[in-house]
């Protein structure tokens, strides 16, 4: 048997359904890796993450941002 290594988002649906899938065929086995639980990424590098797939907010002022966070005096 071989050994292959797929690097995947686990936070992303198709993400679980691809290893779903991939559960559900007989000649795989699916072994999550020992490290991906045991690394924790820091708040820099989840922030780096979310900015490189898009997942921010954009407000039009300052202000606007205030009111949304409820942080407005």
């Known amino acids: 048997m071989e050994t292959y290594i797929i690097e995947l988002d686990n936070r992303s649906k198709q993400a679980k359904s691809f290893?779903?899938?991939?559960?559900?065929?007989?000649?795989l086995k699916i072994k999550p890796s020992v490290?991906?639980?045991?690394?924790?990424r820091t708040?820099?590098?989840q922030a780096i993450e979310d900015v490189e797939?898009?997942?921010t907010i954009k407000y039009g002022t300052f202000?606007?941002?205030?009111k949304k966070t409820k942080k407005y005096a």
């Open 63 to 66: 202000e606007d941002y205030l």
């Open 19 to 27: 290893v779903a899938f991939l559960s559900s065929l007989d000649f």
């Open 43 to 45: 708040a820099l590098e």
């Open 35 to 40: 490290t991906s639980k045991s690394v924790k």
């Open 53 to 55: 797939n898009g997942d």
